[in-house]
């Protein structure tokens, strides 16, 4: 069973920046970022394999930015000009199958998540 655990949401006005962090108890083949906003589906954002390859959903593209410290066991999400619009629950997610060859997969392809952590960008 991997532990994950996040860090770093918060509140911030639109074109800020955050950085969340997410420590996880052992490597897996895959990790990646997912978001759910109220009353919406959990899409995946952001997805990064064990050779450090990344994929993005359109949505972030050029935004966001998914990195891995796996010295600190440790996986990160810089989020740069924030909009109102990436208000969202985030939450890390981690899988031993290796799915991160294309864009963010469902969350059916991530076997283990972390709680989550808010992130409120105002306008």
């Known amino acids: 069973q991997v532990q994950l655990v996040e860090s770093g949401g918060g509140w911030v006005q639109a074109g800020g920046s955050l950085r969340m962090s997410c420590t996880f108890s052992e490597r897996t083949a895959c990790m990646g970022w997912f978001r759910q906003a109220p009353g919406q589906e959990r899409e995946g954002i952001a997805a990064i394999d064990g050779d450090g390859s990344t994929s993005y959903a359109d949505s972030v593209k050029g935004r966001f930015t998914i990195s891995k410290d796996n010295a600190k066991n440790t996986l990160y999400l810089q989020m740069n000009n924030l909009k109102p619009e990436d208000t969202a629950r985030y939450y890390c997610?981690?899988?031993?199958?290796?799915?991160?060859?294309?864009?963010?997969?469902?969350?059916?392809?991530?076997?283990?998540w972390g709680q989550g952590t808010q992130v409120t960008v105002s306008s």
């Open positions: 997610a981690a899988t031993y199958r290796a799915v991160c060859l294309g864009p963010p997969g469902p969350p059916s392809d991530y076997d283990f």
